[in-house]
T-cell receptor, first 113, second 114 residues
Framework: QQQVKQSPQSLIVQKGGIPIINCAYE??????FPWYQQFPGKGPALLIA?????SEKKEGRFTISFNKSAKQFSLHIMDSQPGDSATYFC????????????FGTGTQLKVEL | DTAVSQTPKYLVTQMGNDKSIKCEQN?????MYWYKQDSKKFLKIMFS???????INETVPNRFSPKSPDKAHLNLHINSLELGDSAVYFC?????????????FGPGTRLTVL
């Protein structure tokens, strides 16, 4: 059972576009939602994270929108650049869970010139 | 300085062999993890250790055995390797085991079982 569902699987946008990656979760115990960025041949790295008591969080060009009632959250990348081309993973964890990250299935983003 | 390092980066071996992957972190973290990333890039946690104590042990075949000689090291030993074990294995570490502690991942070890 996939506890965190992520879409789309892949995404191609033009430079300057705003790719949006969506995630949905089922376990209401989840209380922390990080996004990880992975470049080819590298390990994932934390990009931005949000708690469910906040509806939006912005860090630079990256914004997370969170809808607690719908159990959905999304990543927006403003003014996307070719250097943003990577695989993006949403994840979820919960207090007392030993920091066990449950990952979404990943979105491969390509930003074209 | 590499924060989380893994050796080897690539590992090619025959079915039935036993192999180990080593992980070291120099961040002073108390908690370390092993993840498996399959051919579809799906990431799944396998184990976590906090200060040498096993905290998370997911449904992983007992052919996989983690070993933590000290809190800076977490090695993964795999017995009787099978074709389905082919994947990229990532080690990670975090300050503690709190849900908000950032996990720092190593560069991965690509295991290919022939």
């Amino acid at each position: 059972q996939q506890q965190v569902k992520q879409s789309p699987q892949s995404l191609i946008v033009q430079k300057g576009g705003i790719p949006i990656i969506n995630c949905a979760y089922e376990n209401t115990a989840f209380d922390y939602f990080p996004w990880y960025q992975q470049f080819p041949g590298k390990g994932p790295a934390l990009l931005i994270a949000i708690r469910p008591d906040v509806s939006e969080k912005k860090e630079g060009r990256f914004t997370i929108s969170f809808n607690k009632s719908a159990k959905q959250f999304s990543l927006h990348i403003m003014d996307s650049q070719p250097g943003d081309s990577a695989t993006y993973f949403c994840a979820a964890t919960f207090t007392g869970g030993g920091n066990k990250l449950t990952f979404g299935t990943g979105t491969q983003l390509k930003v074209e010139l | 300085d590499t924060a989380v390092s893994q050796t080897p980066k690539y590992l090619v071996t025959q079915m039935g062999n036993d192999k180990s992957i080593k992980c070291e972190q120099n961040l002073g973290h108390d908690t370390m993890y092993w993840y498996k990333q399959d051919s579809k890039k799906f990431l799944k946690i396998m184990f976590s250790y906090n200060n040498k104590e096993l905290i998370i042990n997911e449904t992983v075949p007992n052919r996989f055995s983690p070993k933590s000689p000290d809190k800076a090291h977490l090695n993964l030993h795999i017995n009787s390797l099978e074709l389905g074990d082919s994947a990229v294995y990532f080690c990670a570490s975090s300050h503690a085991g709190s849900s908000t502690d950032t996990q720092y991942f190593g560069p991965g070890t690509r295991l290919t079982v022939l």
